[in-house]
Structure formats: C-alpha cells, structure tokens
C-alpha cells in the first residue's frame, strides 16, 4: 500500500471511530433521557431518535470502524496479529459490534412503541438495558482508543516469528 493510501485508510479509520464515540454518546445521552424523563413527548422522542441514530450513524459506523481498522492493520508495521493491543482491539471491537446487532430488535420495539404512544412500564427493562449497553459500549470504545494511544508492548507467537 502507498503511503498517501495508507494515509488515508488511517484517516478514514480515526474519523469514523471518533464518530462513533459521538454517536454512542448522544444514543446515550438520549436513552438515559427516554428512562429518566417524566415528559411524554421527551420520551417518545428520545426513542425514536435512538432509533435513527443506531440505524443511520451508529451500525453503519461500526461496520466502516472495524472494516477499516482491519484494512489499516495489515498496512501498518504493526499489522493484525503481531501484537496482543491490537488483537484486544480486534476481539473488543467484533463482541460490541455483536452485542449492537443483536440490541437492534429492542431499539426499534422502544421506537415502534414510542411512536404509537403505547410506552408503558412494561417496557422499563429494555429502557434500562439500553442505558446500560450505551454506557458499556462508550466504556469499550474508549477502551479502545487507550490501547490504539498506548500500545501496550508484547508481540505474540506469530509477532515473535515474523520479526525473526
């Protein structure tokens, strides 16, 4: 890979991870909003925006993170299985986008409902767990910028036989 591509698979990388940060944060923001606010239309609201928010920025974010982040792995030094931060990264980065398909059913069951004004405190598990998984995905998602700024040293057995 040229140097300006890798580059740019760098740049592309970065912009739509810190993106994603974004993105998680406001879902979160709005989730504890939906659960905590005592105004219906705020409520309603709040749903149906996380909604939008996960479908058009958050998924369609993830999938380019981890897509991208493979791609410029194995254009740098450092490559996809040479060092065990970037294997962390890698695993951390397939379960949360997992864990985020797989919340997808609820997000849109709470913006379905909000939207048809049927909301009612039989759905206050699904609110709570949509706090607790947003939180816990911004809580990965800077995990993971701490090892891509930190690198923490230690090359694994395929690292070990390549830099021989």
């Not at 989730?31 to 005592?38: F, P, Q």
């Not at 410029?72 to 970037?86: D, E, F, I, K, V």
């Not at 797989?102 to 379905?112: C, H, N, P």
């Amino acid at each position: 890979m040229t140097p300006r591509l890798r580059k740019f698979v760098l740049t592309t990388h970065i912009a739509s991870s810190v993106g994603l940060l974004g993105a998680v944060a406001g879902f979160l923001a709005l989730a504890i909003a939906g659960l905590t606010s005592r105004d219906g239309e705020v409520v309603r609201s709040a749903y149906v925006a996380m909604n939008a928010i996960a479908e058009l920025v958050i998924v369609p974010l993830m999938l380019a993170a981890l897509v991208i982040g493979i791609i410029a792995s194995l254009a740098t030094r450092w490559g996809l299985l040479r060092y065990y931060w970037l294997i962390a990264k890698l695993g951390l980065t397939i379960i949360a986008t997992v864990v985020l398909l797989l919340q997808m059913d609820t997000v849109g069951l709470l913006a379905r409902s909000a939207a048809a004004a049927s909301l009612s405190d039989a759905y206050f598990g699904q609110q709570v767990r949509m706090v607790v998984h947003s939180a816990g995905g911004l809580v990965v998602l800077l995990v993971l910028v701490v090892l891509s700024v930190y690198k923490p040293p230690g090359l694994t057995r395929y690292g070990i036989a390549q830099a021989d």
